[in-house]
């Protein structure tokens, strides 16, 4: 089994070398003469006038904690996805009631608002 | 010796599948300028070779000689660090895609899930190249994608979980191989609405239009990537697209039966398509889906962010539940031709 | 041969980068060695054989807990001198609730006999021919029902604290809401107005 996931690990490891080598090339052969304009953080016309990393509403989070607990549940419907036809029936009611329970917690975060963006 | 012979094939075959990917990046994107021009009775570019087939030889050309402006205030280790790793799981899923029969780089069991987890690590790229800038424009678009990616991603999984429960493996050959037939037997029919959500969402991974607040040029500028130049600034342009064919090469595989003709099987119309190779048809398959992504972003307006965000929790996540419910019902009841 | 040579090269990775998440300056890096180290251990649990299991902590850990690190990270603007004066004093609690660790792991191992070869058997060729997503999902949804209907309320013991922690409303913003624009009737759009029609300039 293991033997199948060399080409993988040679992939993922010739793909970071494709992202490497382009920005060698641009940083060789491209020109470099930096000044004080060319470096200063893009704005519509003006002086950036703060630090540019600002607070982000809590929604963001949010999201973020969401979509971790609906991919645990992601992760738990694969397995369960190609062995439908081998553990029938009682394997299907297995995965309703699970799935029953995180309808709860969806239902709820939809009605207390925690979906809308405003 | 063995080994590094055997380490030499792999590498071999990386390169025959990378090298003709990035031509089809390049022409992808003369091919989008081509098709838009045409369907706003433009020209489109003409200038560079015959009817503009240089043309985008010439724009990387252009942007290998460009200066890589490093901001002031950047963190420069994450600056150069963020196309990278936006590059590397756009890559790195190609591994498992079957192209055709037993044309694959790598046949693992676990396939699916290697291409869920490839496409999830995607968002570290654009997250880190925004906060990486230091500008606002750049960190806003970052948020803003991160946000979106993260979210349309559990609909496609669930999509993807109806595809599993058809095809009953993860290996992405034997879901090809489960849709052996005619264009009816492919799991487009019975996951129809998967299907569309599948592809609504690969949209929204891709931050394509409709769905591309999170570059939004209008807005602002161009998101996460708006400090980045030359090469580094190529190389997320690489990966955006790297993605589009793989999120099409992907539907083809999963819902279109990947290398089969549409007439596989058929008694008269099969034997005449036999002698077109397999690769043909899954290419002419992803053609028509990069050929969906240039038309929506000819056609429809952007999305505004809420709305974007509704889509996806609101009405996709409730289709895909919903469907997977009445998918399980047709595995138990092993249904029509597909279970 | 080739497995051996991967296995510790993984594994220094993996230390390595465990041992950046501790002492990084910048908690964004501190927070991106932590994906190395996540992504590295996926690597050593696919060498065990556990197939699922490391493609999930890829696609768990990396692809969505990390994320959710780095945003925090990223946007609360942490003051890390503050922090690091706490290294110290701290150090002392630190590396005995480590040394406690280390001997909960060894009572673990303990328990199942202390013989390592017995781990030989977890590997054994009659169960890495089939494969083990199917086998996991065999047991998973059948012989460990129970735990696994446990986890779905962990879960959704989850999504309500979360909401219950994170969700303000903020005043003054303003939103669409579908269903009032589209529920909407004539009578709250439109008013009628009777008047009476303007006359021209008398003379």
């Not at chain 2, 080994?3 to 990386?14: G, Q, S, T, Y």
């Not at chain 2, 708006?226 to 589009?244: D, K, R, T």
């Not at chain 3, 009659?126 to 012989?143: D, F, H, K």
């Not at chain 3, 909407?184 to 009476?196: H, N, P, S, Y």
Request: aromatic share 14%.
């Amino acid at each position: 089994m293991i033997e199948s996931y060399l080409p993988v690990l040679v992939f993922i490891v010739l793909a970071m070398g494709i992202g490497v080598v382009p920005l060698l090339a641009g940083f060789v052969l491209a020109p470099r003469r930096p000044d004080q304009d060319k470096l200063s953080p893009y704005e519509c016309g003006f002086e950036a006038f703060e630090d540019s990393r600002m607070q982000f509403d809590v929604r963001y989070y949010l999201v973020a904690i969401l979509f971790i607990i609906f991919d645990l549940e992601i992760a738990f419907l694969f397995p369960w996805a190609i062995v439908l036809d081998e553990i029938g029936l009682f394997g299907f009611g297995a995965m309703a009631v699970f799935i029953g329970i995180l309808l709860i917690g969806f239902l709820y975060e939809w009605k207390k608002g925690a979906l809308e963006w405003e | 010796m063995s080994e590094l012979i055997e380490l030499a094939w792999i590498v071999a075959k990386i390169v025959a599948l990378v090298v003709p990917l990035f031509v089809a990046v390049a022409y992808m994107t003369y091919a989008e300028r081509k098709v838009i021009s045409a369907m706003q009775l433009r020209r489109g570019p003409n200038r560079v070779g015959w009817h503009g087939l240089l043309q985008p030889i010439a724009d990387a050309l252009k942007l290998l000689m460009k200066e890589v402006v490093l901001p002031s205030n950047a963190n420069r280790f994450l600056f150069v660090l963020a196309p990278m790793l936006a590059i590397m799981p756009a890559l790195a899923a190609w591994a498992v895609l079957p192209l055709g029969e037993g044309i694959v780089i790598a046949d693992i069991n676990a396939g699916l899930l290697y291409v869920l987890a490839m496409t999830s690590m995607g968002v570290y790229g654009i997250i880190l190249a925004g906060w990486a800038s230091n500008s606002k424009y750049a960190l806003l678009g970052a948020m803003r994608a991160g946000a979106q990616v993260v979210s349309y991603e559990i609909a496609m999984g669930f999509a993807l979980v109806g595809v599993l429960m058809a095809a009953g493996s993860l290996n992405m050959s034997e879901i090809v191989h489960a849709q052996a037939g005619p264009i009816w037997n492919w799991f487009w029919l019975p996951l129809l609405p998967l299907f569309v959500v599948y592809w609504i969402s690969g949209v929204a991974e891709t931050n394509r239009l409709p769905f591309d607040v999170a570059e939004g040029e209008s807005e602002i500028v161009a998101g996460f990537h708006v400090e980045y130049s030359g090469m580094a600034f190529a190389i997320f342009f690489l990966a955006e697209y790297a993605n589009m064919i793989l999120i099409s090469g992907l539907a083809a595989v999963m819902f279109l039966g990947g290398w089969y003709s549409p007439f596989h099987g058929l008694p008269v119309l099969g034997p005449m398509f036999d002698w077109v190779p397999g690769i043909i048809w899954f290419c002419l398959k992803i053609c028509l889906f990069l050929f969906l992504y240039i038309w929506f972003r000819a056609t429809f307006p952007r999305y505004r962010y809420d709305q974007i965000m509704r889509l996806g929790w609101k009405v996709l996540i409730p289709v895909t539940v919903v469907w997977l419910i009445v998918v399980s019902g047709m595995v138990l009841t092993e249904f029509g031709p597909w279970f | 041969m080739i497995e051996k040579v991967i296995f510790y090269v993984f594994a220094g990775i993996l230390l390595a980068a465990a041992l950046l998440v501790i002492t990084a300056r910048n908690p964004v890096h501190s927070a991106l060695s932590l994906v190395l180290v996540f992504f590295t251990s996926a690597a050593l649990w696919l060498m065990a054989e556990a197939e699922f299991l490391g493609i999930a902590l890829i696609l768990v850990y990396v692809g969505a807990v990390m994320v959710l690190f780095l945003f925090v990270v990223m946007m609360l603007d942490i003051n890390i001198a503050v922090m690091r004066e706490g290294f110290s004093r701290y150090l002392p609690l630190g590396a005995l609730v480590a040394v406690i660790m280390v001997l909960q792991m060894l009572l673990v191992i303990g328990a199942a006999g202390v013989d390592l070869s017995g781990f030989a058997e977890a590997t054994n060729p009659a169960l890495s021919e089939t494969n083990n997503i199917r086998m996991l999902g065999n047991v998973l949804y059948t012989v460990y029902v129970y735990p696994f209907e446990l986890a779905a309320m962990v879960l959704l013991l989850a999504i309500i604290a979360a909401i219950m922690l994170t969700l303000r409303r903020r005043g003054g913003t303003r939103h669409q809401d579908i269903n009032k624009q589209v529920r909407t009737t004539k009578a709250e759009r439109l008013r009628m107005v009777r008047m009476a029609s303007e006359q021209k300039n008398e003379q």
